[in-house]
């Protein structure tokens, strides 16, 4: 019997909510991060997916209608923005169509962004500190911006407001154009990113997430320290880093609740990397990155909203300590982490999503591939609380292994 979009939007969302909240759905819900991989199977480039919005549209909108995945995503956040990038000569990243080649993915570029001696300014007064600071180091259009006042300063008529003449010097208007310009080029994304939505759901799909965020210790150590700056840091400065976290903390929950509060949607994706097995011990991750983090998905949830962290890597060390939230709330995707352990461990309190591992879609064939969602959905799909999903974004996946992923998942994972 066919379904109209509107019926299969609401068998969707039930069957993923179903699988949070731990009760038992129709079938194993499916929902991956398609990455790069429309481009490739729709035979566009990936600098195409940078810098042309109606190719990324084209190609992400038929790459979920062909594999109906029960949660769609919404491609603008991260694809499409190569023109913001040159705008602002952002220096945290390097993309394909600019300092890569057009068909390989987006590279992160770490850096000390924030210095050690630095943290004073960071916690006394933050605002001032990324203006002056760190968007100068960010985003080479706005070095000027290291010649304005400390914005604390300019209070009134004889009492700062001379600090205003800054604004005055050519090169501090040139910044403040490229700010215009960035402007600009964002609420066209956005656009395209609020009528996709739109679009999805006349196909009959719900949205994947609702907002982003991430833990506290995640954003020190991404975005201003460094991975090397912060494990130093941890040593040399670890009270410096527990107040930085702290920080941090309020301005992640505001960014998981506006993002919820815009597109009416409760799922939060929490990526996380530095908190995993490898990078520190249990005792610094109970010391320096959970209270936090475990303080910010207790926020989201007592908002009514679900946190859905990806645990980027192997934390099977920290499954018997990361259960420490409320039951059927939280989503836990995995990257690398023992799946079978997961389910045993966190199964009764947490579903759990992920743990095909990429190297097989690109590398296996189908059979392998059915293999492995088999394995996968006879332990961690006993009685509920699971999600398919691949170990990672799906750049270098097979189209036909991607196809014999979603087909075996929806034929051999319904409850009985």
Known sequence: MHKTPQELYAEREKRYADAIALRTPDRVPIAVSFAFFPARYCGFTHADMMYDLDKVWEAQLKTTIDFAPDMAQNPFGSRGIGPLLDILDFQQLKWPGRQLPADVSFQFVEGEYMKADEYDHFLSDTSDFMVRKYWPRLCGELKAFEQLPPIHTIISYYL???????????????????LMKAGEEIIKSRSYAQRF?????????????????????DTLGDFFRGTKGLMLDMYRRPQLVEKA???????????????????????????????????MSLEQFKRFYWPTFRELMIGIINEGLNPCPFWEGDCTSRLEFIKDIPPAKACYSFEATDMTKAKDIL???????????????????????????????????RGGGFIMDASTGLDDAKPENVKMMFEFTKEYSTYR
């Open 160 to 178: 700062g407001l001379v600090g205003f003449g800054a604004f005055g010097m050519p090169e501090v208007q040139s910044a403040l154009k490229t």
């Open 197 to 217: 939505n739109e679009k999805l759901k006349e196909e009959g799909f719900p949205s994947l997430a609702g907002g982003g965020t991430q833990a506290p210790f």
């Open 245 to 279: 976290c702290e920080k941090l903390l309020p301005y992640m929950l505001e960014m998981a609740l506006a993002g919820a509060k815009r597109s009416g949607n409760t799922k939060i994706l929490i990526p996380l990397h530095k908190g995993l097995d490898g990078f």
């Open 347 to 381: 199964g009764d309190g947490i579903c759990i999503k992920g743990g095909l591992p990429i190297s097989v879609l690109a590398t296996g064939t189908p059979e392998d591939v059915k293999a492995h969602c088999k394995k996968l959905i006879d332990h961690c799909g």
